[in-house]
Every structure is written in structure tokens, then in C-alpha cells.
């Protein structure tokens, strides 16, 4: 019914846009209003504004219509079933579950007769639901297409309405935008209340412990026989082992990024920049997970064989191989955004500079990076809030010991780490292990926050204006 539905609003747009159009040319080409200056909006105007009144009067009706179609469809089903079943949040899931097998043909071995009974009931409401939605949504659309055909006319102001209704629409993405931003920030707050707060909890720690403690191990004794684990939230150890990743990735792709970028912006032709910098860029697309296994199986083994050659003991998951490999993927990060940044500076600045003697060295020295600092500088934090939020590389190159060490030869974890582990499989958010992982992401989120705005307040010191 989708298909049908949505390949309906496709046809109605193009016959209304093309049937609406044509009428205003139409109007706009005889004497009927003069001169086609004379027409206040442009024919297409007129048909954009036709398209749109039909589209969102049918999408509307789909999202709400089949909500409620959807709901009602299952009350039906339900109706037909044992009323303990009703009752019974499990028993109802399960009970509908195996009514959508029936339909679908999913359904294992021979179904009762009241499951067949209730899966009827589905089908036969679903579709005279679906009817009436579709129904409705013509309906509506037709009002549309006919307001605006009507309306054609000389002193109709088609672009203003269909301006306005865009207008409403950006409004509402918006919102929507920020609203959802609202509720992840309120739902992992609310969580983190209770992981702090909340007495059924065995084993919560205070903000203290979680926020100074040196021990992480979120793990505790399921068995008798499994002895006295100690579990323990402390948040030091993640701090340290995600500052210290990021740190090494910082300090690997600053350097090559700030440089590449200087080099292409300044001293590499136009046809060497025309496939270099493409190229260079390459790698913020390749995915995370290959370059996981890229340090897990690479560069990990090197390093460790180069330590042993010196007498080192390098843990076979270091901090080391994970930071070079973030590193290598943020470089793109900083490149691009400086190359930008560097390019956005006025030539006049480079001109007056070279008429006062400099060199071409002592105008990017004292003159271009000066200029573009600000930019720079967000370019550089961008890329240390990529690299703090990055979870595979370190799974796989870093492992999950949580370990208080600024060693950058032995194993350590970072807080998306350990988030992911504690969300892996089906877990009770009754739990202060599982609660855990959303006080980890609202420190993240809070500092990740910090960074950006020391960010904002360092290219607003150092902005520069232009004419």
C-alpha cells in the first residue's frame, strides 16, 4: 500500500505542477492579463506551489494515518485473542509478533485458530485503514491541485505562498533538529541521575568516586565460584588513556596536516593540487573499522617487533599503534580545513607583503598563518573532538584494559571504548553497570563541549575582517 501510495503523490505533483504551470503560461502569453510582466510570480511559481500543496497534505496524512491505522489494526487483532493476553505487556508482544508471521509467512508449523482468527483481523483492518489514508490524502491533494488552479491569475502571489511554505518547513527541520539535540542531552542527564542517585542501585558510586576514582572495572560477580570481583567506577583511567590516544593522533597529524595544507595552499601548482589534495582526502572516507584492523594487524606487530630490537616490552595493543593510526585519519581534517582557511586570505596581504621585501617563507611565517589562526585553530579542534569520539580503532589497536599509565607503550582504553562495551548485547537498564555508560557519554558530551568552546573563543580573539 506504500508503494501505491507514495507512486501517487509522485503523479500528482508532476500532473499538477505540469497542468498548473501550463495554465499560467497559458494566461501569461495571451491577453488575458496583458504581458507576461504583468503576471506578479512566474508560471513556474505557480506550479512549484501546486506540487507542494500536493505533497504535504498526502505526507501528513501518511505519518499520522498510519500511526493510527497501524494501532488500530492491532486493537482489532487483539480483540480476537484471549483477554489474558491483552492484559499482558510479553504475552501481547509475543501474540502480535506471531499475527505478523502469519501474514508475512513467517510463521513456524500451523497456526490456531485464533491466531488465524486475529491475523485476519489485522489484514482486513490494515486494509480498509490503508484505503481510508489513501482515500483522505487524495482527497486533500485534489483541494490542493484545484486551490491552485483556481488561482491562477495575474495578481496571485504564488511566490510568496510557496516561499512562505518553505519558509515553514526550514523553520520546522530546525526545530526538529534542535529539539532532538534537547532530548539526547535530558535522556543521558536522566540517566546519569540515576546511575548516581538512584538507591535500588547496588554498587552506584558517589560523583566523587566516578569523577577522581584511579580503578575502572564495571564488571562484578555473577557466581559464587567466580570469587570476590571489585567493581569499580573510576573515570581517571579512561580520561587518561583517551588524552593520551589523542595526544599521539594530535601530534601525528598536526604537523602533516598544518604542512600539507601550507604546501598545497602556497607552493604546489594548480595541476599538482587538482589530484593531490582529492587524494589526500581519501582518507576521512576510508572506514574506521579497516583502519582498525589496519593497527590491529599491521602496526601493532611492527611496532612491537621494532620495540623488541631495542630491548622494549611493548603491549601487542599499545596506545602507540592506535594513536598513529587516529592520527593518520584525522590529517584530512586539518589539511582541508587549513588549506581553506589559508586560501580564504586576501591576496592583497600576500602582495603587500612581498612589495615590502619579505620572502615567500616569512609571508606564510608572519602574515598568512597569523591571518588564518582562527580557522587553523578550529581546524585543529575539530579533529581532536573526531579523535576523542573515535571508538574501533582503539577496540582493536588500544584492547579494553583500563589502565592508569601515560606509557604510550602498554594498553589502554578510552571512554567510547568502554561505552560500547558495556552497551554490547541485551542489557537491564536496571543495572549500575549499564547506567554507567550514559554517565560516561554525558562527561564526554560536557567535554567535548569545553573544547569547543575554547575553540570559539580563540577565533573570536583572532578573527580578522577584510575588505
Not at 600539507?260 to 593540487?273: D, G, N
Amino acid at each position: 500500500m506504500s508503494g501505491i501510495y507514495f507512486g501517487t503523490i509522485a503523479l500528482l505533483m508532476i500532473a499538477g505542477f505540469v497542468a498548473v504551470r501550463g495554465r499560467a503560461h497559458a494566461l501569461a502569453s495571451t491577453g488575458a492579463v496583458g504581458s507576461r510582466l504583468s503576471m506578479h510570480s512566474l508560471p513556474m511559481y505557480h506550479g512549484l506551489l501546486a506540487a507542494t500543496l500536493v505533497l504535504l497534505p498526502m505526507l501528513i496524512v501518511y505519518l499520522f494515518g498510519s500511526t493510527i491505522v497501524t494501532r488500530w489494526s492491532e486493537a482489532q487483532a487483539l480483540s480476537k485473542l484471549p483477554s489474558e493476553v491483552a492484559t499482558n505487556e510479553l504475552a501481547r508482544g509475543a501474540a502480535l509478533r506471531d499475527v505478523y508471521n502469519i501474514l508475512t509467512g513467517k510463521f513456524q508449523g500451523e497456526p490456531s485458530a485464533v491466531l488465524k482468527a486475529a491475523a485476519e483481523a489485522l489484514r482486513n483492518s490494515s486494509s480498509l485503514g490503508g484505503w481510508l489514508v489513501y482515500g483522505l490524502g487524495v482527497a486533500l491533494a485534489g483541494a490542493g491541485l484545484l486551490f491552485s488552479f483556481i488561482r491562477v491569475n495575474g495578481e496571485f502571489r504564488a511566490r510568496n505562498m510557496f516561499e512562505r511554505i518553505v519558509k515553514v518547513i526550514l523553520l520546522l527541520c530546525a526545530t526538529v533538529a534542535v529539539l532532538t539535540t534537547i532530548g539526547i542531552v535530558f535522556s543521558v542527564l536522566y540517566e546519569t541521575m540515576r546511575f548516581f542517585f538512584d538507591p535500588a542501585l547496588k554498587g552506584r558510586p558517589t560523583v566523587s568516586d566516578f569523577l577522581f576514582g584511579t580503578e575502572w572495572n564495571p564488571q562484578a560477580a555473577l557466581r559464587a565460584d567466580q570469587g570476590d570481583i571489585k567493581t569499580a567506577f573510576g573515570f581517571i583511567p579512561l580520561l587518561t588513556g583517551t588524552l593520551l590516544i589523542t595526544f599521539i593522533a594530535i601530534c601525528v597529524a598536526g604537523p602533516l596536516g598544518l604542512l600539507s595544507a601550507i604546501y598545497l595552499a602556497e607552493y604546489a601548482s594548480p595541476a599538482f593540487r587538482a589530484w593531490a589534495k582529492p587524494i589526500l582526502e581519501i582518507l576521512a572516507g576510508i572506514p574506521t573499522v579497516v583502519l582498525g584492523f589496519f593497527a590491529a594487524l599491521t602496526v601493532a606487530p611492527l611496532i612491537r617487533g621494532w620495540g623488541e630490537s631495542f630491548g622494549l616490552d611493548i603491549a601487542s595493543e599499545s596506545a602507540l599503534a592506535a594513536g598513529l593510526v587516529m592520527g593518520m585519519m584525522i590529517i584530512p581534517f586539518i589539511s582541508s580545513l587549513s588549506d581553506d582557511v589559508i586560501n580564504a586570505v586576501p591576496q592583497s596581504m600576500r602582495d603587500g607583503s612581498y612589495a615590502l621585501g619579505a620572502t615567500k617563507s616569512e609571508t606564510i611565517k608572519q602574515v598568512i598563518l597569523p591571518a588564518a589562526l582562527g580557522g587553523i585553530v578550529s581546524a585543529f579542534m575539530l579533529a581532536i573532538s573526531r579523535a576523542i569520539g573515535e571508538t574501533m580503532i582503539v577496540v582493536m589497536a588500544a584492547g579494553l584494559a583500563a589502565n592508569l599509565t601515560f606509557n604510550p607503550l602498554d594498553a589502554v582504553t578510552t571512554i567510547t571504548v568502554q561505552i560500547k562495551t558495556i552497551l554490547v548485547g541485551d542489557q537491564e537498564f536496571d543495572s549500575a553497570k549499564t547506567l554507567a555508560a550514559f554517565a560516561l557519554g554525558l562527561v564526554l558530551f560536557f567535554f567535548t563541549l569545553i573544547l569547543n568552546v575554547i575553540a570559539l573563543i580563540i577565533v573570536r580573539r583572532n578573527r580578522e575582517q577584510y575588505d
